[in-house]
């Protein structure tokens, strides 16, 4: 069992930014990858971003690239999210999950979740 825990969600305006965390315990011995992703009411939760174990493959979905940044800390069992440039279309909860078949968009991969942290951006 993973246990994930996000946090740094809140309300922030159109251009600004912020930083969620996702802290992992539990089965944090094995080599496992991370993944983002976000829902809004209505809609399917949708891929944000993955790492890998290592942190040397870090895919991203096209709305976010080059203003979202993922990256791990393997020592302190934390995944982070930095965004930028946020736009009011980023509103939603954001999730951090985790699987043990690599840092994939594939929603089905994933196998344990957090309970998901509120992000609103006001136009």
Partial sequence: QVQLVESGGGLVQAGGSLRLSCVASGRTFSRYAMGWFRQVPGKEREFVAAISWTGGITPYADSVKGRFTISRDN?????????????????????????FQGATSR?????????????????
């Fill in 75 to 99: 020592v302190k069992n934390t995944v982070f999210l930095q965004m930028n440039s946020l736009k009011p279309e980023d509103t939603a909860v954001y999730y951090c999950a985790v699987n």
């Fill in 107 to 123: 929603t089905g991969a994933y196998v344990y979740w957090g309970q998901g942290t509120q992000v609103t951006v006001s136009s």
